[in-house]
């Protein structure tokens, strides 16, 4: 135990040194911190659009440019741009290091493959982790700051919907619990491809193209996409807006959820295998 602690504390210093790392976190908060600058200056004029028009059939009370909406914002913004972010560190955890020959170096220790591997892919996990925390932390507690705590109207499948201030915080947990489980289905992805090839860039290219790719058929509704679709991890990347449906459809979280787990499991599983019959010294 404490031979596989040594090396993923090793693995975690590796990962948030390397420079690449540091790019994630540079993109969200350029982006936060200049929608909010955005929605500051030109926000209220914005919203005075749709609820000029609302005011005339409902009564609406309270600051509806608040930081939950903002905080809504963000998400919905920068989610979908987070997968590039993670698949550019986790892409090469491993194919990077084949390709340089550290691989070898580092397989001589007693640890077996598997522990290496896993310490890589728990690594791979920390990094998304602290870039979806980042952004968590960006895009509710300082939007709050700068532009309070109201209640959260916003459209969803069913139209308008409005969520009380109190009854927040536990929704924004539960979308950032599914937005770490949904980012750690493309580290996980990354990391497997990682695992196949010994190009450091093509793991990344790779996972961004079957990221596309399964996105876009889950944009149409045709009758051959329509069986497959139900099993695309992007499909139930976004179940995270789902937290702000009211009521709650917990079941179909839950499903969501099972489905991308199941996604890190096999994935993780295939790389394990795939890693302790892979030729690293050819």
Request: net charge neutral.
């Amino acid at each position: 135990m404490k031979e596989f602690i040594a090396i993923l504390k090793n693995e975690l210093i590796k990962t948030i040194k390397r420079p690449r790392s540091f790019i994630g976190f540079g993109v969200v908060a350029f982006i936060c911190l200049i929608l909010q600058a955005a929605f500051a200056n030109d926000g209220r004029e914005i919203l005075s659009l749709v609820t000029g028009q609302l005011e005339n059939t409902l009564s609406i009370e309270g600051q509806v440019l608040n930081g939950n909406l903002i905080c809504f914002v963000l998400l919905q913004t920068l989610i979908i741009q987070m997968p590039l972010l993670v698949a550019l560190v986790t892409g090469d955890l491993v194919s990077g290091e084949v390709a340089t020959g550290t691989m070898r170096f580092l397989l001589t220790r007693p640890a077996s493959r598997t522990k290496v591997l896993v310490a890589k892919w728990l690594a791979g996990m920390f990094y998304t982790f602290l870039l979806l925390l980042f952004l968590g932390v960006l895009a509710l507690f300082v939007s709050r700051g700068i532009f309070g705590a109201d209640d959260l109207i916003h459209v969803n499948s069913e139209g308008l919907t409005v969520i009380q201030a109190n009854d927040m915080n536990w929704r924004f947990a539960g979308a950032f619990v599914i937005a770490f489980l949904s980012l750690s289905v493309v580290a996980t992805l990354a990391h497997f491809l990682s695992t196949v090839l010994d190009n450091s860039i093509t793991p990344i290219v790779s996972t961004m193209a079957i990221v596309i790719i399964f996105t876009i058929i889950g944009m149409f509704d045709m009758p051959s996409f329509n069986v497959i679709q139900p099993f695309l991890f992007t499909t139930h990347m976004i179940s995270w807006k789902d937290m702000f449906e009211d009521p709650v459809p917990k079941q179909e979280i839950i499903n969501s959820c099972i489905i991308l787990f199941a996604h890190i499991v096999v994935l993780l599983g295939s790389s394990i295998y795939i890693f302790n019959r892979k030729d690293i010294n050819s």
